[in-house]
């Protein structure tokens, strides 16, 4: 069994302006991939979207997920689906469409190149509760998971021995592969009122 988790502090993540506002690259696969170049695997990031209207990056060949973290935001892809996101709604979408967005927002994405797939989850955690997942991984692949910290303070404790404490803006990142039994992870509310966490995962296509 293998596995390895880092945890990204908020001011370890690096943050860079565009035109319609800015975005936060939280975590990207392989380590050395550059964004600008597209040789990523994956890529997650948040973005402040501080236009009212803007217009997409063209990615062709990458598939993306789209969560509002705050605000509402309305996406237009020409000539296949429109669709108007609130909060912890999500948009699943070829990055090669034409998209155009209306609102202003602060969002969660996760960028997906050819092979892999994935998912994004809104996790709400009440107050003095928590939040548990088991991963497995029987056939093998190589899997990935990230917590990422909207609202917290929250504590992550992997196979109850191993402990993270993320405040907001942190990602936990969690990679796993040939594992002959499942890795609990558990999600702890350490806030005195709701905390709020969205889980990226990503595995590779069969």
């Known amino acids: 069994m293998s596995y ?25 696969y392989p380590e050395d991939a550059q964004y600008t170049k597209r040789n990523f695997l994956w890529r997650i990031s948040t973005a402040q979207v501080e236009a009212e209207e803007s217009d997409f990056t063209p990615l062709p060949d990458i598939d993306r997920l789209i969560m ?6 309305t996406l237009q892809h020409e000539g ?5 996101l609130t909060p912890y709604e999500q948009d699943r979408f070829n990055g090669g469409w034409t998209t155009r967005s209306y609102g202003k ?21 009440e ?3 928590h939040y548990e997942t088991v991963s497995s991984n029987a056939d093998k692949r190589q899997i990935v998971q990230a917590f990422y910290c909207v609202s917290g303070p929250v504590c992550l404790l992997v196979n109850d021995k191993e402990e993270f404490d993320a405040e907001n803006g942190d990602l936990f990142l969690m990679h796993s592969e040939g594992l002959d039994r499942g890795i609990t992870i ?15 995962g990503v595995v590779p296509n069969d």
């Open 4 to 28: 390895s988790v880092q945890l990204i502090k908020k001011d370890e993540q690096i943050t860079k302006e565009w035109s319609g506002g800015d975005t936060t690259q939280l975590a990207i």
């Open 68 to 73: 509002v973290i705050e605000g509402e935001m």
């Open 80 to 84: 296949h689906h429109r669709v108007h």
């Open 105 to 125: 927002v602060r969002d969660f994405n996760l960028m997906l190149g050819e092979g892999c797939d994935g998912e994004l989850d809104a996790i709400t955690i």
């Open 127 to 129: 107050k003095d509760s």
């Open 186 to 200: 558990k999600v702890f509310n350490k806030a005195d009122v709701e905390a709020k966490v969205i889980r990226a």
